[in-house]
Structures are given as C-alpha cells and as structure tokens.
C-alpha cells in the first residue's frame, strides 16, 4: 500500500493551493474530494471571486493578497490561461466612513498602487452607477476578479503535473489520539500517511462535529447575473470595475465574458448544509438583486436575470480563518473558515500550511482553533 507524506482532503482553494506548497518542497502527496475539485457544491465554485488587497486597517490580509496575486499570476502564466481579469477594485464610500479611509492608509503602508475619487471625479468616470449616498470612492486600480471554478481546476492541473495524486473519495471522521496512521474513504478503503489536512470547507461541521460543529456556521448566499443592454459597453471592463459598498452588504463585478452584471448578497443568508441545500435562487433573492440594480445601475431597470447561483459561505465567528491542529490528533490539521473573503487568498493559505507543517513556523493566533468562538460576530470582511 502507498503511504503519502501527507493526504490533502478537499480540493477547493485552499486544499488545492496546499497541496501545491507541498509538492512544491518535494513531499509525496494525495490529494482527494468527495465531489471534484471547484465542484458545484463547494465554495470555491464560482465563476468569479474578487481579488482585493484593501482590507480596512487590517494589514495581514493586505499583505496575503499581495503575496497571493502574484502567485495567482504566475500560476496562470504558467498555465497559459488568463484567468486573472484586472477590472480594478472600486471602494465606495458613504459619509464619515472609516473603514475606507483606514483601507486607503493601509494600503498606504503597504505599498498598493490606488487612486481617490471625489464624488464629481465618480459622476465623471462612471456615469452608469447610482451614486446614491456616496460621498467617495476609493480604486485598486491593479487589483480585480479571478475566475474561481476554472482557477482551481488550473492548481490542480498543475500540482497533478508536478506528481500529486489526485482522486475522487469522500475520508470519513478520523477517529483516535496523537499520532494516526491512515484515514479511511466511505468504501472502506485505508490511505497512511504521516500528515492529514482536512480543508473540507464547509463540510467541517459535519465532519468533525464536536470540535467544529459549533464553530463553522455554513450560511447560504445567492448570486444573480443580470443581462446588459444588446451593444451596451457601459457594464463591462474598462468602463466599469468591480465595485464594493459595504453599507449595501450588496457587491458586484462587470460584465465578464458576457455573463452579465454580477450582483451578490454579502449578508449571511440562512445556515445550510452544503450537500443537500437547494441550488435554486429565492423569489426575494431575485426581488432585492433587482431593487439594487435599479438603484445603483438606473439604466439596467427592467433587465433580465440570465443566470444564476447559490453557494454557502463557511464562517467562522469572526471571519478569520481556521488553520491549526485537530486537538487530540497531532498530524490532523484544520484548513478552512474562508468566510466569504477567502479564495484571492489560496496561494497564502496553502505557504502558511505547508510552513506549519513542514518547518513548525510559528502560527498566527487569529487563525488558531482556540480564538474560535461558538457565537457569530462578523468583524472581518
Ligand atoms: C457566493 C460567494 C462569493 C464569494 N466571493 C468571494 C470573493 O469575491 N473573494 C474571495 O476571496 N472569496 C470569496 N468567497 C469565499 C471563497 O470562495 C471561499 O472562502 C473559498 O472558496 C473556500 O474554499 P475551501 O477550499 O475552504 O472550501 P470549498 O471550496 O468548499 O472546498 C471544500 C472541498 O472539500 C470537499 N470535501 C468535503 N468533505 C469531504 C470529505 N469528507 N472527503 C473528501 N472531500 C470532502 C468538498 O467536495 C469541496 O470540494 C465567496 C464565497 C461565496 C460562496
């Protein structure tokens, strides 16, 4: 029998980019999912994700985009697919919003490239939004959307190349103390190794019930993809970027290869358990998408929904991720809690795992299991 170094279970974002690290340093590994990578259920499904690097005050996710761009770029470079669109990131600001302005000083001290647009200087530039409220408006102008479904399968694509093993089986609850040897797949079939990553997304509750059952809280999101105007360049790249206003608790993308405009609820939705929820957009999903639309982009009243998903996003109390130890088993690791913000950060995500685990590098106590509390107060978005 095969014995790995380590088996990565879960083949999102972050179980793919960590089973990337890995290789990368020339471990022997297996990478395995219930359902396939980027499936239709998991998180990481999208066709699109916003990569940002503002993030308000906050300098570690800052500075987790940067790195993780860049790989993202090489990735795709490598790859030959383009899957990274610069659109630019457009933040838009209400009165007295601090959070904007602690984004613009972050970025500051990080050395991102934005720009600060008054409220003329965005009538200006982007006569198609309703500036309804907004005072300001921040942009990242390098910043933008990566293609989520497609971006995962390229990681996989490209650690499969470099040796990993890659294979369809769902790994059921590891059960034991210290050190185990072997997980086993619901066919009963057993895989050793030294190290086990479970980066299973929202499925962690329902893994692993009693450690995380009360600390992942999967909630339900809806997407919405409106059609734009026959011959209408108004709602796609350059003339529009991605754009946030975090007051909306609604944000969106252009036109991108002709999907439509992007609208998506932020606002955590119902809690859902990501095998069987219904993938079916709600009636008052749809009405509020469309109230928002008339709103914000007054020209696209009336337009037509012509496509649309849903998705969950798997948080934890306060929107930092879970990267630590399982408890009582030593070589079992928690990989998840992307809470709405993780994909842009796979790259990051899987170089902090596979430096915890391969040179015991110090950990980041935001992202331990002991800082997870059992109660949701979302303070990073
Ligand atoms: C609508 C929506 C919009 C979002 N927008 C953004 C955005 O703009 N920017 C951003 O950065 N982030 C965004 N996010 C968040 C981001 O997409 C997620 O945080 C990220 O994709 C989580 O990846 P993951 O690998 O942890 O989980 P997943 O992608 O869910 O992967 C987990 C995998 O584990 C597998 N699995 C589960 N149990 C088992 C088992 N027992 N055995 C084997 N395999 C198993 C599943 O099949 C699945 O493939 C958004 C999320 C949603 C839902």
Redo the contacts with the bound molecule.
């Keep these: 029998m095969t014995r790995y170094d380590v088996v990565v279970?879960?083949?999102?974002?972050?179980?793919a980019w960590t089973a990337w690290h890995l290789a990368r340093r020339g471990r022997k590994v297996l990478l395995?999912?219930?359902?396939?990578?980027?499936?239709s259920?998991?998180?990481?499904?999208?066709e699109s994700?916003?990569?940002r690097m503002g993030y308000g005050a906050d300098e570690l996710y800052t500075r987790w985009s940067q790195r993780s761009l860049v790989q993202w770029k090489e990735l795709f470079a490598a790859a030959g697919q383009p899957l990274f669109q610069e659109t630019g990131v457009l933040w838009l600001a209400g009165k007295e919003d601090l959070r904007v302005r602690q984004t613009a000083e972050a970025l500051r001290r990080c050395g991102v490239a934005y720009q600060e647009l008054s409220r003329a200087e965005l009538e200006k530039q982007y006569p198609q939004i309703g500036l309804d409220g907004i005072t300001m408006g921040l942009l990242e102008p390098h910043s933008g959307v990566l293609m989520?479904r497609r971006a995962v399968a390229a990681v996989v694509d490209d650690l499969v190349r470099d040796g990993v093993e890659y294979r369809v089986?769902?790994?059921?609850e590891p059960r034991g103390s210290g050190a185990i040897s072997a997980v086993t797949t619901s066919s009963g079939e057993r895989i050793s190794a030294d190290t086990f990553v479970f980066?299973?997304?929202?499925?962690l509750g329902k893994?692993f019930p009693e450690v995380l059952g009360s600390r992942i809280f999967p909630s339900r999101?809806e997407?919405f993809f409106f059609g734009v105007p026959a011959g209408d360049a108004r709602f796609a790249p350059p003339a529009l970027p991605t754009w946030l206003f975090q007051k909306d608790e609604i944000y969106g993308m252009p036109d991108l290869e002709s999907r439509g405009l992007k609208i998506?609820v932020d606002r955590h939705g119902e809690r859902v358990d990501?095998d069987t929820q219904s993938r079916l957009a709600s009636a008052e999903g749809a009405e509020e998408a469309r109230r928002f639309v008339e709103q914000r982009f007054p020209a696209l009243r009336g337009a037509p929904i012509v496509e649309t998903?849903v998705?969950?996003?798997?948080n934890t109390w306060n929107g930092d991720f879970l990267i630590d130890r399982h408890p009582e088993m030593e070589n079992v690791w928690f990989?998840?809690g992307?809470?709405?913000?993780?994909?842009?950060?796979g790259p990051a995500v899987g170089e902090y795992v596979a430096g915890r685990i391969l040179d015991g590098a110090a950990s980041e106590e935001r992202f331990s299991l002991g800082s997870k509390e059992t109660v949701q107060r979302r303070a990073v978005f």
């Design positions: 279970i879960g083949a999102g974002v972050f179980g395995a999912d219930a359902y396939g990578p980027g499936n259920r998991a998180s990481s499904a999208g994700r916003i990569i989520a089986a769902q790994i059921t980066s299973c997304g929202a499925w893994l999101q997407v998506a990501p998903r998705c969950q996003y798997e990989v998840g992307g809470s709405g913000h993780g994909f842009k950060h």
